[in-house]
């Protein structure tokens, strides 16, 4: 049981994040230029992708950043916040969790310009897709940093 609780948390974790990182991807570069091509007549099936895709961006953002606070006080106790020297592994996860509040506001904040594909604009759909390419690279950036962190002291 002490090591299968913290895999299963690790797989959601990951696999969450997977989606997340994934999602912001397919929106800035398959369905946001999509989006753009139909501003003069956007059909009912793209407005119902846009939308699905930006809630699996918030809702895999949200589950992604729970699993991994569960994850480290599962691997690494709450005693890691109190010593006040976390090192190189520290400095990753500050990093990754700046990065991460970044992913989360670009998906709650601007990105709900995809509440309604149907009045997007051509302009909105272009400043939604690179704001989305913007989450995608940081998630690629978060990825990285994370691979480190599993070497790291």
């Not at 989006?35 to 846009?50: D, G, K, M, S, Y």
């Not at 994850?71 to 400095?91: D, H, K, N, V, Y």
């Amino acid at each position: 049981m002490d090591t299968l609780l913290p895999w299963l948390v690790r797989f959601a974790h990951i696999g969450s994040a997977i989606v997340w990182v994934g999602a912001y991807a397919f929106l800035s570069m398959v369905m946001l230029p999509r989006v753009a091509r139909a501003a003069e007549a956007p059909t009912l099936t793209i407005q119902a992708v846009a939308n699905g895709a930006g809630r699996l961006v918030n809702g895999s953002g949200i589950a992604t950043v729970v699993f991994g606070a569960i994850l480290i006080f599962l691997t690494r106790g709450p005693a890691l916040f109190s010593s006040g020297r976390m090192g190189e592994w520290g400095g990753l996860l500050a990093g990754s969790v700046i990065l991460a509040l970044a992913m989360l506001y670009l998906g709650f904040g601007p990105l709900r310009l995809l509440s309604d594909a149907r009045t997007m604009t051509v302009e909105q759909a272009r400043r939604a897709g690179r704001l989305s390419m913007m989450g995608a690279v940081a998630g690629f950036i978060v990825l990285a940093m994370m691979t480190r962190m599993l070497y790291a002291a």
